[in-house]
């Protein structure tokens, strides 16, 4: 396949970014009817961003139908080849387990299967994305690859992409059946933030997780490049997470001493991203806030809210 050339460059603003919405949700739901319209996303599409948010997504699904569009990427040299190789070993793992209802069976076969089409062991996997980051190295909250400090941009592993794929099946699956994994037990996710952070909420029940993040966040005290990858997985949950969120903010204005503005930032992101129209009147509320920053960052995304126009922190996350 020759290098596909995009319709559409920058960043990603207005009906494009809902389209990622669209087919990163796509994936969380694990929507099989939209199979064929991932795949029109990777055959055409409309901006490089698409391409990463679409494979993740079938590949999350795993029906075979997907492999051979994910499969054209994989030769092309760099970012888009490796993720393609990291989407078609999950897409496969999830196929080989599909319809297994012993969750540990289910979790031995998508595991074992994942790391055996990648040809990775833990150690490889572990030195592999060890090797990728230095003290020269820092997170692109865009791409979620790294870049050098000044500037030029480095092509993400295929370890490090297969480390975030191996921390999203523990984070979507059952946690107690894939930790006892051999594979799972010894990848060091430490090493990646966005691996580890997963894993860390992967332990708690998944009723119990949006509370946390959401109460997390509201304590933040400085936001840095890689709090948006919580942020996300906020924006992840939808309208629930809008609506948390919403309910943090009411909490917080009446105990302000115990936030920061950069804590009222933070939920201003979650409920933007989800674009939830219900929540424009807790948005409006602090428009004229006294503090400047928290009116500053509520206006950042009232006019999104207020539209219902939806978007992503971070994508393929």
């Known amino acids: 396949m020759h290098r596909v050339e995009y319709t559409y460059t920058g960043q990603i603003l207005g009906s ?54 994910i499969k054209d990427y994989e030769n092309i040299h760099g970012d888009e080849g490796n993720f393609a190789k990291v989407s078609k070993a999950r897409l496969l793992a999830e196929a080989a387990s599909a319809g297994i209802v012993d969750v540990n069976s289910q979790a031995t076969i998508k595991v074992h299967r994942f790391f055996s089409d990648l040809e990775l062991t833990p150690d490889n ?49 059952s946690y107690a059946a894939y930790t006892i994994q051999s594979e799972v037990a010894q990848t060091n996710f430490q090493i990646d933030y966005p691996s580890a952070l997963k894993i860390r909420l992967a332990a708690i029940p998944n009723e119990q997780r949006l509370p946390i993040i959401i109460q997390e966040l509201s304590h933040k005290k400085t936001l840095k490049g890689e709090d948006d990858y919580e942020i996300q997985l906020a924006i992840n949950e939808g309208d629930a997470a809008a609506s948390a969120a919403a309910s943090r903010l009411r909490l917080m204005e009446t105990n302000r001493g115990e936030y920061s503005g950069t804590g009222f930032a933070a939920l201003f992101r979650v409920i933007g991203g989800t674009g939830d129209k219900r929540q424009v009147g807790v948005i409006q509320h602090f428009l004229d806030d006294s503090d400047r920053d928290i009116a500053y960052y509520s206006s950042q995304i009232y006019e999104d809210v207020k539209n219902g126009r939806k978007s992503d922190r971070v994508i393929a996350y």
Do not use: W
């Open 16 to 69: 494009d970014a809902q389209k990622m919405v669209n087919l990163r949700q796509y994936g969380e739901q694990k929507d099989v009817t939209a199979v064929a319209s991932m795949v029109a996303a990777l055959q055409h599409p409309i901006h490089p961003a698409c391409v990463y948010v679409a494979m993740h997504s079938l590949a999350k699904i795993g029906n075979p139908d997907a492999l051979a569009a």
């Open 125 to 173: 996997l572990n030195k592999g994305t060890l090797n990728h980051y230095g003290p020269q190295t820092r997170f692109s909250r865009i791409t979620g690859s790294s870049q050098q400090y000044v500037g030029s941009p480095q092509t993400t592993s295929v370890e490090v992409y297969a480390m975030r794929e191996l921390a999203d099946i523990v984070y979507h699956g």
